[in-house]
């Protein structure tokens, strides 16, 4: 079941991205068309289904590290879901439970190393740049996470405490003026706190590298095939498509706010996908950045629950995003992207007149118990699943994608990944109101940020 209009889901449509103008053709032999017609079945040690950082990670991991045959199926060209569609945020972490509540829930040992992990998620995508000679365009030195009304700054204040003292993180706590003087300022900046554990990348970039390597290595990747439907035979998980099928003793699912029924009914039912939506400027002049004090290059987020979320890319174009409509129509689309452009000019009042060149939007992956979500279905054995990164998934969908191909190479325990990660997330109570929970949520912190 598709809660979201279907155009949502039409892996044929260009996503209209700033980052698709932006980013050259794979390369390296990797196949963007379906899969070639097949006579019979196409066996293999592993097929991954989900082109994305999850997938592609996983693929050149098992490949790489594994040595293990691997097909991956997209249903769109590689990177085409929230992997190609993101503000480009390497950063921590991925979860939507404070950091106080991640204590409160597991425990300071679990919090600590889901943290740990999630620090050297941001390294891991720093050495698979370096490592796999991919062009990722990393900005800034952290991240700036800013208050955006002046009561606001005790919730800083909190995370400071957190972050530099049980989590061990380089942090610094700044009051508004020195923002305003080293950053930028703007109508909702009242002090920022700078965690200097993460940067600034070119996501789409950063996917087809990761295709690449992938590819490399050895990894069969397929662009343009869906699967239609999964079922097990004779001890083989098959996945069909249009064109053919693939045999494989496991697989994984990793799909994360796109996955649909017809792959994982049984893991669609406890996810709740979030749309999230992008504008992005022209280039601003040098007049116009100075007219905000625009200094510096590290993304920058609020502290809004419907948050804004915001950098400047390297030809000075200006990043703004959003949480987005509730429908996926395209008429709500136009109608996100006005609130924004006006939000946005409310925001940075000397940008006001300034046009935006695109907008576009995807899904960030949520569960009920707000955190990820990697392991092996307990009723299928084979089938393994790695998703829902809310809204931080450049760098965890990254380590998850390393971590569940360690678990199916038989390097990795279960066990031994943090507490957060472990195991399915429950299933949503009556997935039709779906929908009616989402807008209760975004009303409640809608009424919050005011």
């Not at 190393?113 to 698979?128: C, G, N």
């Not at 709740?272 to 987020?301: F, G, K, M, Y």
């Amino acid at each position: 079941m598709s809660w979201y209009h279907e155009s949502m889901y039409d892996a044929g449509a260009p996503v209209g991205s700033f980052w698709e103008d932006d980013a050259p053709p794979l390369v390296d032999g990797v196949d963007l068309g379906p899969l070639p017609p097949m006579q019979g079945d196409i066996s293999c040690d592993v097929a991954i289904v989900g082109g994305g950082y999850t997938g592609l990670s996983a693929a050149l991991h098992l490949a790489r590290d594994h040595q293990l045959d691997v097909r991956l199926l997209e249903a769109g060209p590689l990177g085409w879901g929230a992997s190609g569609r993101n503000g480009g945020f390497c950063t921590l972490p991925p979860s939507g439970l404070s950091l106080g509540g991640l204590i409160r829930r597991y425990g300071e040992e679990e919090a600590r190393a889901f943290i740990s992990s999630q620090v050297e998620a941001v390294d891991l995508v720093r050495s698979l740049a370096r490592d796999e000679a991919i062009d990722i365009r990393p900005q800034g030195d952290g991240t700036l996470h800013v208050a955006h009304d002046a009561s606001r700054f005790r919730d800083l204040e909190e995370e400071a405490a957190l972050l530099g003292g049980a989590f061990g993180l380089p942090v610094q706590l700044m009051p508004r003026e020195e923002v305003a003087e080293r950053e930028y300022d703007s109508t909702e900046q009242f002090g920022a706190l700078l965690n200097k554990t993460g940067f600034g990348l070119h996501p789409l970039r950063f996917a087809r590298g990761l295709a690449a390597a992938a590819a490399r290595h050895g990894a069969k990747l397929h662009g343009h095939s869906a699967v239609l439907r999964r079922e097990k035979k004779d001890g083989w998980h098959r996945l069909i498509t249009k064109t053919g099928t693939v045999r494989a003793r496991r697989i994984l699912i990793a799909t994360n706010g796109f996955t649909r029924d017809e792959v994982a009914p049984d893991i669609s039912a406890r996810l709740v996908p979030v749309l999230s939506n992008i504008i992005v400027t022209r280039p601003l002049t040098e007049d116009e950045l100075a007219a905000q004090n625009w200094r510096t290059e590290r993304p920058c987020s609020n502290t809004r629950r419907l948050l804004f979320y915001y950098r400047l890319l390297p030809d000075r174009r200006f990043l703004f995003g959003a949480r987005g409509d509730l429908t996926g129509k395209p008429e709500d689309g136009a109608l996100m992207r006005a609130y924004m452009e006006r939000r946005l000019g409310e925001v940075f009042l000397h940008w006001r007149a300034v046009p935006t060149t695109h907008y576009w939007r995807g899904f960030v992956c949520m569960t009920a118990r707000l955190t990820p979500a990697i392991g092996e279905i307990p009723d299928e054995p084979g089938v393994f699943f790695a998703l829902a990164y809310h809204g931080d998934g450049v760098s965890a969908a990254s380590w998850a994608g390393r971590a569940v191909a360690q678990l199916i190479g038989g390097a990795g325990s279960f066990q031994k990944l943090p507490a957060p990660f472990r195991g399915l997330p429950p299933r949503i109570p009556f997935p039709f109101l779906k929908r009616w929970y989402l807008r209760a949520a975004l009303g409640y912190y809608a009424h919050q940020d005011k």
